[in-house]
T-cell receptor, first 116, second 115 residues
């Protein structure tokens, strides 16, 4: 069964450093998403992406964050200058469509980001 | 903006007991509703979803949920739980219609099934 994959599984970085989290969505999916889950808190939506541009973003997704689909398979989340409070599990998801029966979002296993 | 409320944060049941996990949402428009499960050490997986039609939806592993529009609820049920159902359960909602609308999740319910 096709899966969303994410790399790395765990990333440790120093405060102020840039990190890039990578995702490979399911191949025939058109909609891509990033979420985060701070330890002990709920999963929060960050951004959605369709047709090579941001479709929607939450108030968490400020200027420190950016997303890109650099080629036909990868979908990346960049945090320009990490802060301690960016420590969280980051999940990538993809869906075939945005509405109707095929709007199910398939989630990757997550990248645990630790900012020291 | 949507919000989702899950009433039970921790639930402990014995095997073969019946399960009902509560979920209420707040949103003024038409919604899609989901229950996701996260087994220990694994990623989020979809249990079931409602987008239109029959408000009683059946999912994988014997789970079902009923959408009651008048109560803004989408409670998850299973008549007889197994030890392997131990997991974190998340209710989620997004706006129906076009656009890549992100999911709004509840805080989750940690379910422990005792043998």
């Amino acid at each position: 069964e096709p899966e969303v994959t994410q790399t790395p599984s765990h990333q440790v970085t120093q405060m102020g450093q840039e990190v890039i989290l990578r995702c490979v969505p399911i191949s025939n999916h058109l909609y891509f998403y990033w979420y985060r889950q701070i330890l002990g808190q709920k999963v929060e939506f960050l951004v959605s992406f369709y047709n090579n541009e941001i479709s929607e973003k939450s108030e968490i997704f400020d200027d420190q964050f950016s997303v890109e689909r650099p080629d036909g398979s990868n979908f990346t989340l960049k945090i320009r200058s990490t802060k301690l409070e960016d420590s969280a599990m980051y999940f990538c998801a993809s869906s075939q469509s945005s509405g109707g029966f095929y709007n199910e979002q398939f989630f990757g296993p997550g990248t645990r980001l630790t900012v020291l | 903006a949507q919000s989702v409320s899950q009433h039970n944060h921790h639930v402990i049941l014995s095997e073969a007991a019946s399960l009902e996990l509560g979920c209420n949402y707040s949103y003024g428009g038409t919604v899609n509703l989901f229950w996701y499960v996260q087994y220990p050490g694994q990623h989020l997986q979809l249990l079931l979803k409602y987008f239109s039609g029959d408000p009683l939806v059946k999912g994988i592993k014997g789970f079902e949920a009923e959408f009651i529009k008048s109560k803004f609820s989408f409670n998850l049920r299973k008549p007889s739980v197994q030890w392997s159902d131990t997991a974190e359960y998340f209710c989620a909602v997004n706006a129906a219609g076009g656009g890549a609308d992100g999911l709004t999740f509840g805080k989750g319910t940690h379910l422990i099934i005792q043998p």
